[in-house]
Nanobody
Framework: QVQLVESGGGLVQPGGSLRLSCNAS????????MRWYRQAPGKEREFVAF????????SYADFVKGRFTVSRDNAKNTMYLQMNSLKPEDTGFYYC???????WGQGTQVTVSS
């Protein structure tokens, strides 16, 4: 059974940090490039970050460059998103996506507010 399970979301003040996790099972995680997306209330889902299957190459949306870092641990079948210097506009649901199987996780909510 293929599963992608995000965790680590929550409420944080502006300027704070969170680390999201995406735990994968039921497919060959180490062979798949992975992406993070987010969806703010009333807006379309948008790309946040990409990491290739060895974890050597990454790319980011301009609005998170220098603040967010994507990484992965293939031994743990897990991808991470370290989010620093959070802003209110980072609020939304964050989703992981496995490219090789075209599947989404259920999302984890991030709220940045004072």
């Amino acid at each position: 059974q293929v599963q992608l399970v995000e965790s680590g979301g929550g409420l944080v003040q502006p300027g704070g940090s969170l680390r999201l996790s995406c735990n994968a099972s039921g497919f060959a995680f180490s062979t798949s490039g992975m992406r993070w997306y987010r969806q703010a209330p009333g807006k379309e889902r948008e790309f946040v970050a990409f990491i290739d299957n060895p974890g050597a190459r990454t790319s980011y949306a301009d609005f998170v460059k220098g603040r967010f870092t994507v990484s992965r641990d293939n031994a743990k079948n897990t991808m991470y998103l370290q989010m620093n210097s959070l802003k209110p506009e980072d609020t939304g649901f964050y989703y992981c996506y496995a490219i090789i199987i075209g599947r989404w996780g259920q999302g984890t909510q991030v709220t940045v507010s004072s």
